[in-house]
């Protein structure tokens, strides 16, 4: 597994769900009474996951097919926190862009890990983890080598 690819891929990743995932979903309707599960969300939910699994699969292309189930639960580990700290850097180059000043960077920090701790959080989580081990399974049993568990 080389760390440059385990790295690079999910980022792209991240840039196609987080603009061309969230284009898609706007094209249906936007709610009119608010609410947390609107079916933008839902939709951008599910193209989310489409992205997540193809992406996924593009990735193991060139891996050994073996372990794929392991590799997918890393590969799903590295999405999030690429996309967590993509999160983290744009959010302060945005206040220093926008203010001009280090030193309101300070004030913005602590309310970052307060932000992590949210339901959303969870989702871009399952996003990223849950494609990445279910296209893991299937290439394993597809190859026909799947490691059985040791009694």
């Known amino acids: 597994m080389k760390i440059e690819r385990l790295i690079l891929i999910p980022f792209l990743g991240n840039y196609l769900i987080n603009n061309v995932v969230a284009a898609l979903a706007a094209l249906f309707p936007a709610s009119q009474t608010g609410g947390l599960l609107t079916m933008q969300y ?31 639960v890393i590969f799903g580990v590295v ?16 206040v220093v862009l926008q203010t001009g000043s280090l030193a309101e960077v300070v004030g913005v920090l602590p309310r970052f890990f307060p932000f992590l701790w949210n339901w959303s959080t969870l989702v871009v989580l399952a996003y990223w983890v849950i494609p990445a081990v279910v296209v893991g399974w299937y290439l394993q049993m597809k190859s026909g080598r799947a490691q059985t568990p040791m009694m």
Do not use: Q
């Open 79 to 94: 999405g999030f926190l690429v996309s967590v700290a993509t999160t983290f850097v744009s959010g302060l180059a945005g």
């Open 42 to 72: 839902v939709m951008f939910v599910v193209f989310a996951l489409i992205a997540s699994g193809l992406i996924a699969w593009w990735y193991f292309g060139g891996e050994s097919r073996g372990r794929m189930m392991k590799t997918g």
